[in-house]
Nanobody, 122 residues
Framework: QVRLVESGGGVVQTGESLRLSCTAPPRTFINYAMGWFRQAPGKEREVVAGIASSGGVYYADSVKGRFAISRDIVNNTVYLQMDSLKVEDTAVYYC????????????????WGQGTQVTVSS
C-alpha cells in the first residue's frame, strides 16, 4: 500500500497564498503520475491538478492561472502552489498517484491519505 503524506494547509484570507506538499515513496514518485484533489463540505472529491512523471501538467478550470503543480525528484515531493486564494478554495486537499495520465476520477483511486485542510476566509 502506497503511503502518501500531505502537509502545508492552514487558514488564510482571500488573495493570500499557500504551498501544499505531498511526499511519496521513491518508486511511486518516479513511475506514477501524481495529482492533487480536494473535497469541500457536502461536495464530491474533485481533481485540482495533475503532473505526469515526464512533467506534463493539467489543471481544473477553477484553478487555472492561480495554482501550480510541480515535483521535486530529489525529495520525492509534489507541491501545489496556491496563489490568489478564494473562499471557494476551502476544502480538504489530498494527493494521490496513478499509473494513468491524466489521473482517473477520484472514485477510481485508492490509498487516500489524511489530507490537509485549507480554509480561506473573506
Amino acid at each position: 500500500q502506497v503511503r502518501l503524506v500531505e502537509s502545508g494547509g492552514g487558514v488564510v484570507q482571500t488573495g493570500e497564498s499557500l504551498r501544499l506538499s505531498c511526499t511519496a515513496p521513491p518508486r511511486t514518485f518516479i513511475n506514477y503520475a501524481m495529482g492533487w484533489f480536494r473535497q469541500a463540505p457536502g461536495k464530491e472529491r474533485e481533481v485540482v491538478a495533475g503532473i505526469a512523471s515526464s512533467g506534463g501538467v493539467y489543471y481544473a478550470d477553477s484553478v487555472k492561472g492561480r495554482f501550480a503543480i510541480s515535483r521535486d525528484i530529489v525529495n520525492n515531493t509534489v507541491y501545489l502552489q496556491m496563489d490568489s486564494l478564494k473562499v471557494e478554495d476551502t476544502a480538504v486537499y489530498y494527493c494521490n498517484a496513478d499509473v494513468f495520465y491524466p489521473l482517473r476520477r477520484p472514485k477510481d483511486l485508492h490509498n487516500w491519505g489524511q489530507g490537509t485542510q485549507v480554509t480561506v476566509s473573506s
